[in-house]
Every structure is written in structure tokens, then in C-alpha cells.
């Protein structure tokens, strides 16, 4: 037995002596005992036993860093689905050469998945393939990565973590990531794919990955929703830090995820993307975006820190930009209320001397309406746009003149 597994299992007792007899007490042979001629029983001693949480190393794996333990991950997947178990995975780099899969053979319908510990997962994969990919092939629920654990990809494979649930048949829901990080993944550091909804994302970052940091996608006719994301940071993804869409259209896609606090810096697109709007349901609030849009110029009109056809509602938010594209906090064609409650744009550098930072783009169609409240930054208004907007106690410019802190002034 090595090191691992002896912690794994617990210390040894001491000269064969149970818990009973190194506290003090008298040791219970597990032998039988005489005959109780008081009652005229006979007394068997029960000995029992507490089985360890297993541990990645149960299904073989080392985690010397070099030997692949992608095997033992996938199998340990399937055993946690399985029996409803938190395999520990203790502090350590892991190997990672193939994908880890897991495909579900059953319903699951009780907490199961990794408890880290500080782990570290380094992929080998060069030919494209994901680094981790779990698909419900049934329901399944309950799925959840806790600790620390990061996935550090070689910038040639696919997503970090990848979770599908196809059609309208197979459900993939209550995830909960918490203290997930992915690094360098060479698509998404994180996508959510077809039916998988009502998850929760904690304490997580997304960096480096060679399209987006995570994405939410209706796919294939499931239908993703009901994300919330907090404390979150999405840095330096060639693509967007988020992303909410739709992969079997062009229009329309996931709208309710809602964002609390975190940060989302310079990524080469826009910070947050959403495909459909945020519903009216669903805001970022509380979240600092900075330098998004790196692949665009300071002060380019289409530049902006998050984008969003329909609506988008956020408070509370800041955005500043000193040497990337991101023009504006929030840009996008609106066609119903949209609002911005005690959110500001500020700029330095290269991005202030162009004098075209604002808070918001101002598009849409007549149904659309844009209300700014006690926000600052100032705002554009697209030429010929129908769309009409109120600012409520609001500084910076506008269409009519300089926003005072004091006053009201609508589109009408």
C-alpha cells in the first residue's frame, strides 16, 4: 500500500488495538463470548466498519504529472454517477492524454462528482478533443466539481468541460462548478450544451482559451437556461469571456444568465455576449469589465464590454478602457426595455485622447426603449435608429446636451 492510499484509507491502529482499547476501555474480543446465564443468550461481538470516501487514486490513477490518468477520471465519473458519490481528488497534477468521458447509463438523481483538493489537470490532447466531456444519455442531476481543481489546456484540444445534453429528451441540470478554473483551452474553457439548465457556476475563472472563456448554447434543440454565475472572472479568451447563443440559428438562445459580481477583462471580443438579450428576468450586476474588445481599435463604434440583441438589464456595473476596442459599456439592437441602473464607462490612455468612450450605444427598433438611471459615462444614439430612451439623474453627454445629476431627459 503507498503513501496515498494509506491516507486515503486512514492510519493504521497502532499493535492491532481497536479505537475502544487505545481510548482506555476494555477491548471486545470478536470471539463469542460465555453464556449470559442471567438471560440465556449467547453474545456475539460486532465489529464495524466505516468505508473511506474513495479517491482518485481508487481507479488508478497516480498523478505523477507525467503517466495519462485520463482512465481513472473517466471511470471514476462513472462510478460516482453510478452510486452517488464525491471521489476525492487530492492536491496533485494529473495527466491528461485522452478525453475524459462520461456518458450516462442511468438516470442520476443524487450527488455525485469530484471533490478537489488543490488538483491540477494538464492535457496532453493536440488533435482538437475535449479535455473533459460529460453527456446525459438519460437525467441526470446533481453533477458537481468543489475544491480547487484547474484544467490547463495545450491551446490544440477543444472545450476544458464540456457538458451535453441533446434533443428534448435527455436533461442535464442542477450543475454545480465551484472553484473550477480552465486555462488555455483550445476552444471554449467551458460550454454548456442543448438541455442543460437551472446550474450554478461559483468562485470560477476562465482565461486564456483560444475561442471564449464559457458558453451557454441552445443546441440541437435543447434548450440551456437558467445559469447563474457568481464571483466569477473571464481574462484574456481570444473570443468573449461569456457567451449566451444559439447554435442552431442565427437569431435567438439562451437569455437567463444571470451574472453576480466577478470581473471580465481583456478579452479580444466583447466581455459578455448575448445572442437574445438578457430576459427580464435575469441582469448583470456587480460586475467591473475592463479593456475588453482587444482585436478592435480604441473608439471603434462596435466595440463595446457586453452586446445584446432585445434587451440587456445591468446594475451596478463599471466599465473602463485604455487600450482595447471596448468604446462603450453596452452596445446592441434593442426591440423592448433595456435598462442601466447606477452603472459608468471611464477611460484612459489611448481610448480617452479619441473622446468617444460613453456608457451606451443606443440602437434599435420603435418598440425598443433604453433607461438610463443614475448612471454616467454619457451615451450615443445611432443615426436613423426609432428606438427612444429616458436618462434619469445621469452625467455625460447625450443627443441633448450635457446630463445633469438633477434632471430627467427623454427621447420625446
Not at 454548456?192 to 470560477?204: D, M, R, T, Y
Not at 446592441?332 to 435598462?339: A, N, P, R
Request: with cysteine.
Amino acid at each position: 500500500m503507498d503513501r496515498r492510499h494509506l491516507i486515503a484509507a486512514g492510519a493504521a491502529l497502532p499493535f492491532g488495538l481497536s479505537a475502544a482499547a487505545r481510548a482506555g476501555a476494555s477491548p471486545v474480543p470478536d470471539t463469542l463470548a460465555g453464556p449470559d446465564t442471567t438471560e440465556g443468550y449467547v453474545q456475539v461481538a460486532q465489529a464495524t466498519t466505516t468505508k473511506a470516501t474513495p479517491t482518485i487514486y481508487d481507479y488508478g490513477a497516480v498523478g505523477d504529472g507525467v503517466t495519462d490518468d485520463s482512465a481513472a477520471f473517466s471511470k471514476a465519473l462513472a462510478a460516482a454517477a453510478t452510486k452517488g458519490l464525491m471521489v476525492i481528488v487530492p492536491a496533485g497534477t494529473y495527466a491528461i492524454a485522452k478525453t475524459i468521458s462520461f456518458v450516462s447509463t442511468q438516470d442520476a438523481g443524487r450527488p455525485w462528482g469530484l471533490q478537489a483538493q488543490g488538483a491540477t489537470l494538464v492535457s496532453f490532447i493536440t488533435n482538437g478533443t475535449d479535455i473533459m466531456s460529460l453527456q446525459a444519455v438519460n437525467t441526470v442531476r446533481y453533477f458537481r466539481i468543489l475544491g480547487a481543481m484547474k484544467i490547463l489546456g495545450t491551446g490544440k484540444d477543444g472545450n476544458g468541460l464540456r457538458i451535453i445534453a441533446y434533443g428534448s429528451s435527455y436533461f442535464f441540470y442542477n450543475v454545480t462548478l465551484d472553484g473550477l478554473c480552465v486555462e488555455g483551452a483550445g476552444l471554449n474553457g467551458l460550454l454548456f450544451e442543448g438541455n442543460v439548465f437551472e446550474s450554478l457556476l461559483i468562485g470560477c475563472f476562465f482565461q486564456d482559451c483560444k475561442q471564449n472563456g464559457a458558453v451557454f448554447a441552445q443546441s440541437k434543440g435543447g434548450i440551456c437556461s437558467a445559469i447563474t454565475v457568481v464571483g466569477c472572472f473571464f481574462a484574456q479568451n481570444t473570443k468573449c469571456g461569456m457567451m449566451a447563443t444559439n447554435f442552431d440559428s442565427t437569431y435567438g438562445g439562451t437569455t437567463d444568465v444571470r451574472i453576480f459580481g466577478g470581473y471580465c477583462r481583456d478579452n479580444g471580443s466583447y466581455g459578455f455576449y448575448y445572442n437574445n438579450g438578457t430576459s427580464s428576468g435575469a441582469a448583470i450586476e456587480q460586475v467591473g469589465f475592463e479593456n475588453n474588445c482587444r482585436s478592435l481599435s480604441p473608439g471603434d463604434p462596435n466595440g463595446a464590454h457586453v452586446y445584446g440583441l432585445v434587451q440587456v438589464r445591468m446594475r451596478n456595473c463599471t466599465g473602463y478602457n485604455e487600450g482595447g476596442g471596448a468604446t462603450y459599456l453596452v452596445r446592441g439592437w434593442f426591440s423592448t426595455l433595456s435598462v442601466l441602473d447606477n452603472c459608468d464607462q471611464s477611460s484612459g490612455g489611448a481610448m480617452a485622447t479619441t473622446g468617444k468612450s460613453r456608457l451606451a450605444q443606443v440602437n434599435g427598433n420603435a418598440a425598443g426603449h433604453v433607461l438610463m438611471r443614475q448612471s454616467g459615462g454619457g451615451f450615443d444614439v445611432v443615426s436613423g435608429t426609432a428606438i427612444t430612451w429616458t436618462a434619469e439623474n445621469c452625467s455625460g453627454t447625450s443627443p441633448k446636451g450635457t446630463l445633469s445629476l438633477k434632471a430627467t431627459v427623454t427621447s420625446s
